[in-house]
Structures are given as C-alpha cells and as structure tokens.
C-alpha cells in the first residue's frame, strides 16, 4: 500500500512540475515576434501575458478583445471562438492571460485557457495618431485624423464590413464590426 501512495505521489508531483514548466511568461512583444517568414516565433506555445483590456468584446459567444502592455506600446488579440471564460470585457481590466499564441489571417492571437483579472478601473493608453498601417499598429488603439469615406456605397448597414477612408493624402482599410453599435448607423 505504502508503494502504491508513493507511486501516485510521485505522479502527482510529475503531473504538477509539467504543468508548471509546460508555460512561459513573456511580455506581449515577445508573445508578437515575427520570424522572417511573419509567423509568430512562439506559434503554437503556451504563454503568460499580462495586459490592459483596451475595447469592447467582438464575440458575444466567446471572446474577441486586445490586451495592451503600455511599457512597450503593443497590443495582442485575445481569441476564443465560443468561451468567455467566466470573464465579462471590461477596458481598464488588468489581466493575467495564459493561453496558445496562433495567427489568423496575419493577426496574432493567443488563444485563453486561463483568464485572471489583476486589477480594475486602469487608465487607458492614448491612441497613437497614424497615416498608415503595419505591424507595428496591429492590435493597437490608433487615430487617423480627418478621416471620410472613399466610396460611401461600402457602408453596409447589415453587418461586419470592411470600408476604405482618407484623409486627402492617405489611404486605410477599417473594420466595422457587426457587434459594435456603429455598424447599423
């Protein structure tokens, strides 16, 4: 009997030194590190991000929302198709996130097992003002100024779309998404 207790003791610790060891903490830059061919450097790994909740929720069903590290100014999406976690998308939440870094359609991602909230009530980070986008204002909160349509006729009042605005001189893609109150405006 002693060694069968023992045996599954040291399971136990096995079981539990894995799961420790199996994560890593990194600062969110880290987490977005690109190899040369633009995938993430940690595809597939699991990680510890911690962050600002910046926006709303884009996926009632599960969850869609940026985390952003003010130190470096950099944001990461936080993806999950149909689990929220037990947690509720508030800006201003400090989070603690472990969970896969992925990429859908160039955009990184780290897909949550484990949401822990820090803290609440932060301040947000100011939007940085920009004329184009690039990697660098991926999951980030931004402003182009002066901004009006190009072709009026892409505004769908049905849904999610993409529409082209300028400001004279420049030229971007935005997203309106369905599950924000814009969309049908």
Known sequence: MKSLYRIL????????????TSQQQVSIAEARENDPEGLPVLEAQIVEVNGIVIGPNFRPAGLTFVLHDATDNVGITVFSIDENLGYDVTDGDELTVVGEISQFNGLCEIIPTAITVISQGNPLPAATTVT????NTESNLIRFENATLVDPM????????????????NTIQMRIDSDIDISGM
Do not use: H
């Not at 003791?9 to 420790?20: E, H, K, P, R």
């Not at 184009?132 to 990697?135: F, I, P, R, S, T």
């Not at 849904?159 to 605005?165: A, K, W």
């Open 9 to 20: 003791m040291l399971i136990v610790c096995t079981l539990s030194f894995f799961n420790v």
């Open 132 to 135: 184009e986008l690039n990697e």
């Open 154 to 169: 892409q505004w769908d009042l049905s849904g999610s779309f993409n529409v082209d605005i300028t400001d004279g001189v």
